[in-house]
């Protein structure tokens, strides 16, 4: 689906967020985002080596960023190690408190609403100028 989606956005107008599509909303109630380390594929962590692997070696900053989710039941360690073990930066929002006290951030446990996403993009902003620096 891929190339159709691509040729589509020659013949659709572009959207008047440049590509940002926002979520309103909240679903009601809000359940906790049910995650478990182990359902993490050893093919994707294979791919993010590789890829962390080939920025090093091109010179590139990569820094990895983990979204929030609506308090997740994992910690997301698995990330941290990697990112630690490569030396690359690593902006860990994904179970922060400031999010978790919030449940009006999200559409549901997994995706931010259009507050939320205005909340973690001012938050994110401020995390990269501090590395950036």
Do not use: W
């Not at 009601?28 to 890829?51: E, F, G, R, T």
């Not at 960023?65 to 039941?73: A, D, E, I, Q, R």
């Amino acid at each position: 689906s891929l190339p159709l989606r691509i040729l589509n956005s020659f013949i659709t107008p572009t959207s008047p967020n440049n590509g940002y599509e926002p979520l309103y909303g909240t679903s009601s109630p809000l359940q906790a985002a049910k995650d478990n380390d182990l359902d993490i594929s050893q093919y994707s962590l294979q791919s993010l080596k590789q890829v962390m692997e080939k920025c090093s070696k091109l010179g590139v900053n990569l820094i990895v960023v983990s979204s929030p989710k609506y308090k997740p039941t994992d910690n997301n360690d698995i990330l941290q190690a990697l990112c630690n073990e490569a030396k690359i930066a690593y902006i860990n929002l994904y179970d922060n408190e400031e999010f978790n006290s919030h449940p009006e951030y999200f559409k549901d446990a997994g995706h931010l609403n259009d507050i939320g996403a205005k909340v973690f993009s001012a938050n994110l902003s401020e995390e990269l100028k501090a590395i950036i620096k």
